[in-house]
């Protein structure tokens, strides 16, 4: 397998692959991921899609959701596992180095968007159970102690920390549903939430489709599952980056959150917010506490790969020597800076179109795999060497571009009804032009000539 091989002290850098000696046990893997499974956003999107589409179509849309991101992690884990390739490094096949850098770039500004997200979570519980405490102070206390969490990368201590936490979200999460039922009594009007005028029509695909928006996930996925082993692919395709996974993930979360919804009276609209404050009044210390575990072990993710993205991103601008741990520092301060600059609406606003591009990037990344082209290209051999590989890929940036492009006319110009489609046309779109293209490739696509020869 092509490709330079180097550490990053005790790390494997973004930008190389991971050999046999850095692979972790399966135990260790899955409690570095399963920090995903933990957050306010997977009760709080849940309930809120059911008002205003109804519960069954929620939990429609949940069920749909777990086949479809359990089938095409099963796939993108089995490859990463294969190959020891991150997110960068191939992207880097599909798109040239210069065009991956775009797709890095997405990725870690979308983890730091989910850090700003999350880590104000947190913030916002602390400051209100200790209200002498400003906001701004509880912004920085949570930037100041998330940091370090991820100075040592998934292979040191994340997987421990995390796996110590685990324990504390379910019983925290199964607190929460006893303590209000005891306090506010059992109702099954958690079943019947909806909009005024009864349940939107096809409301189920306006929940399924919503999910596509997080692909992101797929791309966290990747960076996760290629520290797996060999022996263990089975294992992580099937269930720790698979199906179980996102049965809790999003069906348990979600099937709580609601309920919780329709049991807890909450003050203004439904937001990660007021769910947190509604916890923290009927749990007190208690629920600060489980607030503290939920949002603390997704964090871990997302300033993790913030981090080693941005350090990929930057490689390519000579500040290759630069350590993680210095990117994680940098990171912490664009958290820092977003949550004082108040920054929700635009954010969310990005993360909607950027949310287009990771979806034309999974297509395509599938139609790759799928492919038995580049294999025959390359005897089954991967070449991501920045020496060698081409600046663009244009047949993979037109794949790209092309759904993204599509996706965001029909999201901002279409009628209602064509842009709940425009994520699953880019899906379909950007996979069935690659791989079209791919059908008739050289190896000049990906390598640069005196490479190729």
């Given at each position: ?129 200790f209200p002498s405490l400003s906001l701004e102070m509880a912004y920085l ?67 399924f489709t919503y999910f596509m928006g997080v692909w992101i996930l797929m ?192 999201l901002n110009y279409a009628g209602a009804t064509l842009a709940l489609f ?32």
């Amino acid at each position: 397998m092509a490709g330079k091989i180097t550490q990053d002290g005790d790390q494997v850098s973004p930008q190389t692959l991971v050999p046999d000696e850095q692979r972790m046990s399966k135990g260790s893997l899955s409690m570095a991921w399963w920090a995903i499974c933990s957050a306010m956003f997977w009760l709080v999107v849940s309930a809120t899609l059911a008002m205003n589409f109804g519960t069954m179509n929620t939990l429609i849309g949940l069920g749909l959701s777990t086949v479809t991101y359990g089938i095409i992690n099963a796939i993108i884990t089995r490859y990463a596992i294969k190959t020891g390739l991150s997110v960068a490094l191939f992207s880097r096949i599909m798109f040239g180095k210069v065009g991956a850098s775009l797709a890095v770039l997405i990725f870690f500004a979308t983890a730091i968007y989910y850090s700003v997200f999350e880590g104000s979570v947190i913030a916002v519980a602390i400051q209100a159970y200790f209200p002498s405490l400003s906001l701004e102070m509880a912004y920085l206390i949570v930037v100041l102690y998330s940091v370090p969490l991820v100075f040592g990368g998934v292979q040191l201590w994340m997987d421990k920390f995390n796996g110590v936490l685990l324990p504390f979200y379910i019983l925290g999460l199964v607190a929460a549903v006893v303590l209000s039922i005891n306090e506010y009594g059992y109702s099954d009007a958690w079943l019947s939430m909806g909009p005024e005028g009864g349940e939107v029509e096809n409301g189920w695909w306006n929940c399924f489709t919503y999910f596509m928006g997080v692909w992101i996930l797929m791309m966290y996925t990747w960076d996760y599952a290629r520290f797996g082993k060999a022996d263990d692919a089975d294992y992580h395709a099937k269930i720790n980056f698979g199906m179980p996974f996102y049965l809790f993930t999003f069906m348990v979360n979600g099937v709580a959150g609601i309920f919780l919804a329709a049991t807890i009276p909450t003050e203004g609209g439904l937001s990660e917010v007021s769910v947190v404050l509604a916890i923290l009044k009927l749990m007190g210390i208690w629920g600060l506490l489980f607030v503290w575990v939920s949002q603390t072990r997704i964090n871990t993710a997302n300033f993790y790969l913030a981090a080693d993205n941005m350090q990929a991103f930057f490689e390519h601008f000579g500040l290759k020597q630069v350590p993680r741990f210095i990117w994680a520092i940098v990171v912490g301060a664009v958290v820092y800076l977003l949550m004082l600059l108040d920054v929700f609406s635009f954010i969310l606003q990005a993360l909607a179109y950027q949310g287009i591009f990771v979806v034309a990037w999974v297509a395509i990344a599938l139609a790759h795999i799928f492919s038995p082209k580049y294999d025959q290209l390359f005897n089954g051999e991967v070449n991501c060497d920045i020496d060698q590989v081409v600046s663009f890929n244009p047949r993979g940036l037109i794949a790209w571009f092309g759904g993204a492009g599509l996706g965001i006319v029909l999201l901002n110009y279409a009628g209602a009804t064509l842009a709940l489609f425009s994520a699953p046309l880019t899906f379909i779109f950007s996979f069935l032009v690659y791989l079209m293209l791919l059908n008739s490739a050289k190896q000049h696509w990906f390598v640069r000539m005196e490479a190729a020869e």
